[in-house]
């Protein structure tokens, strides 16, 4: 058992045992990821599968919060940029402000800080890991590196305009799970 910034990585001791586990220092243990190919680099969609609502702004609004909304509506673009293996940047291209980063409020460890789009430069508070999921609702978690805390809606919510919140990470992963869909 080795003890890594908060998480636990349990291991088994011979060949055809279970996959490592996940433990989260102050959670349950979250199922070792799905082999799976990661997104490559580009532009995306990036769509809530519980809701089938994506990543959003409301342009009337100028503070950056992240919410999910109707797909087709989805602006600013949004685009993976590789940063080392299963950490990437959301990079957002934004119509009055310009170029940006998704990221954690304040680089933020505490749970339920919402997410903001803003300028790049708030370092690991803009870097996120995606963590394949497998099941009946495969997709990806998006993990806050600087935190360990994934990316959801509260309570599962399907309302349109309901914000993205970093939150403890859950096994179920309800609310947890996202997909890529290139623009």
């Known amino acids: 058992m080795l003890v890594v910034a908060g998480f636990i990585l349990t291991t088994s001791t011979g060949t055809g045992g279970p996959p490592p586990a996940i433990h989260h220092a102050d959670g349950p243990a979250l199922p070792a990821p799905a082999a799976a190919v990661l ?35 989805s602006v600013p673009p949004m685009a993976l940029q590789a940063k080392h293996g299963d950490i990437y940047r959301i990079a957002i291209s934004h119509p009055e402000f310009g170029a940006g980063c998704m990221g954690i409020a304040q680089a933020s460890s505490k749970s339920g800080v919402a997410i ?11 870097e996120f890991q995606l963590i394949p999921v497998g099941g009946a609702v495969p997709g990806f978690r998006i993990r806050a590196v600087h935190s360990g805390m994934c990316l959801g809606v509260r309570e ?8 993205l919140f970093q939150l403890p990470c859950l096994p179920a992963g309800s609310g947890q799970i996202f997909s890529f869909e290139p623009r």
């Open 156 to 163: 599962v919510s399907m309302d349109e305009w309901e914000p």
């Open 116 to 126: 903001y789009d803003d300028h790049c430069g708030t370092g690991a508070a803009e």
């Open 39 to 73: 997104p490559a680099p580009g532009g995306y969609l990036i769509r809530l599968r519980h809701s089938n609502l994506c990543l959003s702004e409301d342009l009337s609004d100028s503070s950056g919060q992240v919410r999910q909304r109707d797909c087709r509506r």
